[in-house]
Nanobody
């Protein structure tokens, strides 16, 4: 069974850092691009980053570019989202999702088929 499990969320002060993890199982991880999404209360879910299957290509939404870094370890079927200089507006539930796409990743893709359950990130003093 295909599964994605996020972890690493929590409460952090403005300007702080968190690292989210996404553990994948049940599919051929090396063939899948991974996207990170977030959904704030009362708002739609937005894509914020993606990483290609091999990890050599990444893309970021303007709202997080320069502050967030996505990486992956295909030997462990893991994807990470390092979040620095966090702001109150980063407060949201964060999700990872997988798309069968070998060569690159596309922020605007609608083809993410496997989703995790999400992890809460709260930025507050």
């Amino acid at each position: 069974q295909q599964q994605l499990v996020e972890s690493g969320g929590g409460l952090v002060q403005p300007g702080g850092s968190l690292r989210l993890s996404c553990a994948a199982s049940g599919f051929t991880f090396d063939y899948y691009a991974i996207g990170w999404f977030r959904q704030a209360p009362g708002k739609e879910r937005d894509v914020i980053s993606c990483i290609s299957a091999s990890g050599d290509r990444t893309n970021y939404a303007a709202s997080v570019k320069g502050r967030f870094t996505v990486s992956r370890d295909n030997t462990k079927n893991m994807v990470y989202l390092q979040m620095n200089d966090l702001k109150a507006e980063d407060t949201a539930v964060y999700f990872c999702a997988a798309e069968f796409r070998v060569r690159t990743c596309v922020l605007s893709s609608k083809e993410y088929g496997y989703w995790g359950q999400g992890t809460q990130v709260t930025v507050s003093s």
